[in-house]
């Protein structure tokens, strides 16, 4: 089984109506996450930044709010549609490749900052997909890894998902889940990530792979405001947690 065709297909069927973020474009949740880049970037200063695993645009556009040069790679053809439909809209310019995060086509030291929301679980090599990260960065560039706990298999865990599925199904919402479940199922002992993402993984494979100054954000900020907009049940069941994983180019 081809897993990256398996990918690429769920994701293109999704891409209609995928939303990044609790509500897709959301300026208030947006507000949050510049302010959180805005923190950790120099001031003044306009990036080259590539967005790996673009989707719908979500990173790639937030940065070109902010004024860098952005360019957008995803492995779906229909993220990369939704993305420039969402580029449009905005009245944004950024810059959209057909491609894989494992084997970019960029040149050496092409950026000053590679970013990515949700993609390091869905891999099947991680470590070459941030040393291919590595490569196109700049000296001195940045690696912005964002990700969550989405599939603990701790039995604590793993229940509460399994209540919040229940609960969402019985209210015929997140009807995604079950084609997710079968796209994905034959296919996650491929993604060593999968259910191992974490913040310390994270930090080894950065560590592992040469990045330097690696640094951890809970981004709690953005977890207080997607709590307090979830639903009901999920607030109740589900206990995923998000993080930012930083590390530089020496």
Same mark, same amino acid.
């Given at each position: 089984?081809?897993?990256?065709?398996?990918?690429?297909?769920?994701?293109?069927?999704?891409?209609?109506?995928?939303?990044?973020?609790?509500?897709?474009?959301?300026?208030?949740?947006?507000?949050?996450?510049?302010?959180?880049?805005?923190?950790?970037?120099?001031?003044?200063?306009?990036?080259?930044?590539?967005?790996?695993?673009?989707?719908?645009?979500?990173?790639?556009?937030?940065?070109?709010?902010?004024?860098?040069?952005?360019?957008?790679?995803?492995?779906?053809?229909?993220?990369?549609?939704?993305?420039?439909?969402?580029?449009?809209?905005?009245?944004?310019?950024?810059?959209?490749?057909?491609?894989?995060?494992?084997?970019?086509?960029?040149?050496?030291?092409?950026?000053?900052?590679?970013?990515?929301?949700?993609?390091?679980?869905?891999?099947?090599?991680?470590?070459?997909?941030?040393?291919?990260?590595?490569?196109?960065?700049?000296?001195?560039?940045?690696?912005?890894?964002?990700?969550?706990?989405?599939?603990?298999?701790?039995?604590?865990?793993?229940?509460?998902?399994?209540?919040?599925?229940?609960?969402?199904?019985?209210?015929?919402?997140?009807?995604?889940?079950?084609?997710?479940?079968?796209?994905?199922?034959?296919? @996650? +002992?491929?993604?060593?990530?999968?259910?191992? #993402?974490?913040?310390? %993984?994270?930090? !080894? /494979?950065? $560590?592992?792979?040469?990045?330097?100054?690696?640094?951890?954000?809970?981004?709690?900020?953005?977890?207080?405001?997607? @709590? +307090?907009?979830?639903?009901?049940?999920?607030? #109740?069941?589900?206990? %995923?947690?998000? !993080? /930012?994983? $930083?590390?530089?180019?020496?």
């Amino acid at each position: 089984m081809d897993c990256k065709e398996v990918i690429a297909n769920y994701w293109n069927f999704r891409s209609s109506t995928y939303k990044n973020g609790i509500n897709g474009f959301d300026e208030e949740e947006r507000a949050v996450w510049k302010q959180i880049f805005e923190n950790s970037l120099a001031s003044g200063k306009r990036l080259k930044v590539l967005d790996v695993g673009t989707g719908t645009g979500f990173l790639a556009l937030l940065f070109a709010e902010m004024g860098h040069e952005v360019s957008g790679i995803d492995l779906s053809e229909g993220m990369l549609e939704k993305a420039r439909h969402n580029a449009d809209n905005m009245g944004l310019e950024i810059s959209l490749f057909h491609g894989d995060a494992e084997n970019l086509p960029f040149e050496d030291c092409s950026f000053d900052l590679v970013v990515n929301k949700y993609l390091l679980w869905t891999l099947q090599e991680p470590a070459s997909a941030v040393r291919e990260w590595k490569r196109v960065l700049k000296p001195g560039g940045m690696i912005f890894a964002i990700d969550g706990n989405w599939f603990d298999p701790r039995p604590d865990r793993y229940i509460k998902r399994m209540l919040y599925g229940l609960a969402e199904r019985f209210a015929k919402k997140n009807q995604y889940n079950l084609i997710f479940k079968k796209s994905y199922g034959p296919i @996650r +002992n491929s993604l060593p990530l999968y259910e191992k #993402i974490s913040p310390k %993984n994270i930090s !080894f /494979l950065f $560590s592992e792979t040469g990045l330097m100054n690696t640094e951890i954000s809970p981004l709690l900020e953005v977890q207080k405001f997607q @709590r +307090n907009r979830h639903s009901f049940s999920r607030r #109740i069941f589900e206990n %995923n947690s998000i !993080f /930012l994983i $930083s590390g530089q180019k020496n």
